[in-house]
């Protein structure tokens, strides 16, 4: 199991930017990829960004392409996600995501996640 905590909502005006952080403990070794996800309410869970430990390689929605960078530390075992230019269409909690099952292709369904933290919000509104 890897035990994840997120950080780093608030309250942003349109145009801010904003990081999350998800710091990762247990076995960490074993997992595969990170993601994130969000939430907006009375709607799925939705794709954010996802990045896998070896080699770095990254995957984003389209929603996001451009504004948002997801990098991690494997030292200390936290990823980050940037979020620039941020849209009221960002409101939403964002949740943290370990895969310890490796699967070809994108790794951008939430099945393929098997660790969650709690979520933090993230309100973008004037």
């Known amino acids: 199991q890897v035990q994840l905590v997120e950080s780093g909502g608030g309250l942003v005006q349109p145009g801010a930017s904003l990081k999350l952080s998800c710091a990762a403990s247990?076995?960490?070794?074993?997992?595969?990829?990170m993601a994130w996800f969000r939430q907006a309410p009375g709607k799925e869970r939705e794709f954010v960004a996802r990045i896998r430990w070896s080699g770095g390689n990254t995957y984003y929605a389209d929603s996001v392409k451009g504004r948002f960078t997801i990098s991690a530390d494997n030292a200390k075992n936290t990823v980050t996600l940037q979020m620039n230019s941020l849209k009221p269409e960002d409101t939403a909690v964002y949740y943290c995501?370990?895969?310890?099952?490796?699967?070809?292709?994108?790794?951008?369904?939430?099945?393929?996640?098997?660790?969650w933290g709690q979520g933090t919000q993230v309100t973008v509104s004037s």
């Open positions: 995501a370990a895969a310890l099952t490796y699967y070809p292709g994108t790794f951008r369904y939430p099945w393929q996640y098997d660790n």
């Open positions: 247990g076995r960490t070794f074993s997992s595969y990829a």
